[in-house]
C-alpha cells in the first residue's frame, strides 16, 4: 500500500502538468500520482499522460474520462487511490521538495507510531505571477509540530482558513464521510475542505512551505471576471455548505465555529461578488441569496447576516457599496487572491 496519493485534475493541461508531475516524482515508491484526464480535447494532456504512466508505471496511473469537471476528477481520484493519505494538487500548480521530504516523513511516522492521523496541515504559498513578494499562508495559531485536536487548536483569525492547498486527508476518513463533489461546478475545493471537518479528530500542523499555488493566467477561475461571469457557481457551492449540516447537531464547538466561519468566509465573497459586477440581475442573485439562506435555516441566518463580515457586505446605500468594496480589495492585497 502507498503512504499518499496524489489526484492530479487535468483538463487541457498540456503547458503545465509536466513540471507538476515531476516535483511529485520526487516522493518514489512512498506515492502515487493519479493523473485525471478530464476530457481534454484541445490539446495532448491524454497522450502526456499516458507516457508518464508508461515511463513510472509502479508511481502513475493516467485515468481517462469524459469531461465531468473539477469535482468529478477529484472523485475519480478518490475512487483510485490506495494509498493512506489523499492529496489534490491541480496541474498549474506544484510542490517544494524539501518540504515534500518533511510531509512524507510526518506522515510515515503516524503511520509507524499508531496515530491515525486525519489531517495534516501546512502551509501553501501565493506564486502570483509578476508579484516580487510571495505571499505564504501559514497557520500560527496551531499547535506546531506535534499532534492535536480540535480543542487544542485555539482561535482561527478571520480570514485564516485551512483551504484545499494546505490540507492532506487519510484516504478512508473522505470515503467515510461519504464526500462525492459535484459534477461540472467551479470552487468545489472549499467543499473538499468542508464535508470532512466534523468527521477529524487527530491534526498536525507541519510548519513548512509545501504548496504553490499559481496565479496568473487570465482564464484561471479565481481571477475576478472569470468568477463573476461564474456567479451562480459560487452561489451553488454557498448554498451546498449551507445545506451540508445542521450546526446545533455539531456536537465539539471549536468544529461547529470555524466552519461557521468558513460559510461566512464564502457567503461574503458571493455576496461582494454579486455587488461588484453592477447589474441589477446579479443586485436580483444577491438577495435571493438572502432570500434563501433565511428560508432555509433562519437561525443560522440571522448569525451571518448580522455578524461583523456579513453585516458589513450588507450596508444600505451606495457608501454602503463602496466600504464593502473596499475591504475586498484590502483583503486580496492581504491574502494575494486574484
Known sequence: MKLLSFAVPC??????????????????????????????????????????????????????????GHGQAVNTGLKNATGLFFKVVDSDDWVDLEAYDKVLKVLRQSVENGKNLDMLVSNFVYDKEGATHKKVMSYSNLPKNTYFTWDDCGHFRKGQYILMHSVIYRTKLLRDCGMELPKHTFYVDNLYVYYPLPYVKTMYYLDVDFYRYFIGRDD??????????RIDQQIRVNKLMLEAYDYKNIKNSHVRKYMFNYLEMITVISTVLLMKSGTKEHQQKRHDLWKYIKSYDYYLYRKLRYGFMCATTNLPGHG???????AYKIAQKIVGFN
Not at 483538463?11 to 506515492?31: F, I, K, P, R
Not at 484561471?220 to 461571469?229: L, T, W, Y
Open 320 to 326: 454602503g457599496r463602496v466600504v464593502s468594496v473596499t
Open 220 to 229: 484561471q477561475s479565481v481571477n475576478e471576471k472569470v468568477m463573476i461571469s
Open 11 to 68: 483538463y487541457n493541461s498540456s503547458a503545465y502538468m509536466e513540471h507538476c508531475v515531476e516535483t511529485l516524482l520526487h516522493g518514489g515508491e512512498d506515492v502515487e500520482i493519479i493523473i485525471v484526464d478530464d476530457g481534454s480535447q484541445k490539446d495532448n494532456t491524454g497522450e502526456i499522460a499516458d507516457r508518464l504512466a508508461a515511463e513510472h508505471p509502479t508511481i502513475v496511473k493516467a485515468v481517462h474520462q469524459e469531461n465531468g
